[in-house]
């Protein structure tokens, strides 16, 4: 595809691909993967693990692994300053400025990604001076506003080391930090996994008015549909490396068009309600990326699953208003519970 | 109420450690008991105990003060025959299959080992049939399949299968599991969920469940109880149903106010319970009074910051320990005298 990204585009995936080099052979973890992020919108990517949503935040950022690569597609990316960059061929400085500065990406488990003899303070200012800020006390100064930001007394977080931090804090530093240098775009992974319950809200609101104060782009990964349907603005559900559903949060939480979003929605215990809500498992466990099945890769635990299915891979079709899904019988997709009655087991 | 005895009880049970800092209080005096085919859920948060009622109630741990009994009998004075008959009967199930599988051994091993090692069964052959038997009841079907398989060749949600396997294979009366589906994905944390209820109303098996996930515990304990645990103290006990419904105390309000839903409409306008602080108060270090005071909307200064209140009768057979819910409470009751303490229809505080 030749041609400017649209004004209001600031991330712009294309037939993506990413490839890892296994002992038996290469696997593809992002089959075709097409995405298009607009300034200010907060998009979510849900799936189970193994589906492929980290490994697509991490090819962004050009953080993958030596034993993965992109072996199709393109990504790219409106700057601040309006130029449009082709991800996979930025080098050199071009790409250090990228990140950070265009596009920072927060880490699950936030203990790993500080380092553990480094104060917090000294995260700040090394993130800082790598990127030519060189006022220390500047950036300090940032520093202690955005910490208040997150929730966290700015002085006390500033002179701890990781360790004397609780994970729920340690993960609001990584989002403060985060944000130093007024990227553009955050992908957040997991954010909230392994933390507490009350820490997770506090997670979720500092993220939602950040979200309000700096009007920052974000992509967050996440197994958990509870914090998709919290955040997010769209919704793009990922099974087996595919995009196989892409909407608004409204669209795909209260009229799912695949069957595996479907699955997941059906199986996650509400809290709210005096009733007690019955809940499916979708049948089956995900394939193996090494042997997937032939034409749709969902169809063995589909209970809508025809002939079709099993021959050919289905497109994303247009379901609704800025909806697609890739199922050939998604205008018979509903919630119901009973058409998986029969499917299960 | 039942007049038997509760297959396991724990009897103002408390469990202290010594760590470099100081001693510090894990489980401050929790009683809790489980009748055959019960299913017990704890909840709280990391730090709340949750886990060491857990081990104690297994027998890997014992209680500083306090007395875990089983069947009635103290475990401290059974027999060695009764011990044994203890261990068998009360089965524990990790969070993590990983760690709790052992990588060198078959599945078809690791389920025949504990058959053969107590006698249920006689010899090799007949242990292997008892295996297939076993991952038929987990549903991992056809159980050929599995058996000379490596728990590395298995999905996250097999192996915890296995290890649900494993825990049955002794024909336990109660399993204790403990953050059992937390590490599995969404679709087959359900499908294990329904395995397990599945063997509480075929094999009448009891279980504890240790999770710090309120909805959860909605699905799986809806018909038990649910304790709910915050550093080291039960703070409130009944009925799921109602805890879910219409929780009572201030914590167990915002660990249920604060969950996000799947439901987008719904858990942007759910009502949110602000709390006066995140942080969970250091264990070497707890406040005075109610533990939860420096982060309860609803203290009251002087009373809450003062007096630890005790876990006190609600009615209907539900438990809360709150200054504040206390006072409601009589606030309310005086002009309906209390038809007694004799739960069914008691006097529930609207």
């Known amino acids: 595809m030749i041609g400017r990204l649209a004004d209001d585009v600031v991330l712009s995936i294309e037939d993506l691909w990413v490839e890892y080099q296994t002992p038996t052979g290469p696997m593809q973890a992002v089959r075709g993967a097409t995405l298009e992020i607009r300034r200010g919108e907060a998009v979510a990517l849900i799936g189970e693990s193994g589906s492929g949503k980290t490994t697509l935040g991490l090819a962004l950022l050009r953080l993958l692994t030596r034993t993965a690569r992109v072996s199709r597609g393109r990504a790219r990316f409106r700057t601040g300053d309006g130029r449009t960059l082709e991800l996979f061929s930025l080098g050199g400085s071009d790409l250090r400025r990228f990140r950070w500065q265009e596009c920072a990406m927060v880490f699950q488990a936030a203990l790993n990604s500080l380092n553990p003899v480094l104060k917090v303070r000294d995260h700040f200012i090394e993130t800082a001076r790598a990127h030519g800020r060189k006022d220390d006390r500047q950036t300090s100064e940032r520093a202690r506003e955005l910490l208040r930001m997150v929730q966290l007394d700015g002085e006390r977080v500033l002179s701890s080391y990781p360790h004397e931090l609780s994970g729920g804090m340690r993960q609001r530093v990584s989002i403060a930090l985060s944000l130093l240098l007024e990227p553009q775009l955050i992908i957040l992974d997991e954010p909230t996994t392994a933390l507490d319950i009350l820490t997770q809200r506090a997670i979720i609101d500092v993220i939602r008015s950040l979200r309000q104060r700096l009007n920052f782009t974000m992509m967050f990964i996440s197994h958990d549909l509870s914090l998709a349907a919290e955040l997010a603005d769209r919704v793009a559900t990922m099974y087996a490396g595919e995009l196989v559903e892409v909407g608004k949060v409204r669209d795909v939480f209260y009229t799912p068009k695949h069957p595996y979003t479907v699955g997941l929605l059906n199986a996650v215990p509400p809290i709210a309600g005096e009733e007690f809500t019955p809940l499916t498992a979708i049948p089956g466990s995900p394939p193996d990326l090494l042997a997937m099945p032939s034409g749709c890769s969902f169809h063995p635990r589909c209970p809508y699953a025809t002939e079709l299915c099993v021959r050919q891979a289905p497109p994303l079709f247009a379901v609704g208003n800025g909806h697609q899904a890739a199922c050939f019988h998604w205008e018979r997709v509903t919630r119901r519970l009973d058409v998986w009655e029969g499917a299960v087991r | ?350």
């Open chain 2, 1 to 350: 109420m039942t007049i038997t005895e509760p297959l396991l009880s724990l009897d103002h049970v408390s469990r202290e450690f010594s760590t470099r800092r100081g001693r510090i209080t894990a489980v401050d005096d929790v009683s809790l008991a489980i009748g055959r085919g019960d299913i017990l859920c704890l909840v709280g948060e990391s730090g709340s105990g949750k886990t060491t009622v857990a081990r104690m109630a297994a027998g890997l741990l014992e209680p500083t003060r306090g007395t875990v009994r089983f069947e009635g009998r103290d475990l401290r004075q059974t027999s060695k025959g009764e011990h044994k008959a203890y261990r068998r009967a009360v089965q524990l199930v990790h969070q993590d299959p990983y760690a709790s599988l052992n990588p060198v051994r078959t599945i078809g091993d690791t389920l025949r080992a504990p058959v053969l090692h107590h006698k249920l069964v006689r010899g090799r052959r007949e242990g292997t049939r008892r295996a297939a038997e076993l991952l038929t009841l987990v549903d991992l079907t056809p159980p050929q399949n599995f058996l000379s398989k490596y728990p590395h060749q298995l999905s996250g949600g097999q192996r915890q299968r296995v290890a649900v396997a494993r825990a049955l294979a002794l024909n336990p009366r109660l399993i204790i599991a403990d953050e059992a589906v937390s590490m599995v994905d969404v679709s087959i944390r359900v499908s294990i969920l329904n395995t397990m209820l599945k063997l509480r109303n075929e094999l009448g098996v009891a279980f504890l469940f240790i999770t710090h996930d309120l909805a959860v515990v909605k699905y799986f304990g809806w018909e038990g109880h649910v304790g709910v645990m915050y550093v080291g103290k039960l703070v409130e006990f009944g009925r799921t149903p109602q805890i879910i419904g219409r929780p009572l105390h201030p914590y167990a309000k915002a660990l249920a106010a604060a969950i996000p839903e799947a439901d987008p409409d719904l858990t942007r306008t759910k009502d949110k319970l602000q709390l006066r602080s995140l942080d969970i108060p250091n264990l070497t270090a707890l406040p005075s009074g109610c533990v939860f005071h420096p982060r309860c909307p609803y203290v009251v200064p002087g009373l809450c910051d003062e007096v630890a209140p005790r876990l006190e009768d609600v009615g209907e057979g539900r438990e809360v320990a709150c200054h504040v819910v206390a006072r409601e409470r009589q606030a309310l009751t005086p002009l309906s005298p209390s038809p007694g303490s004799t739960g069914e229809g008691g006097t529930e505080a609207a």
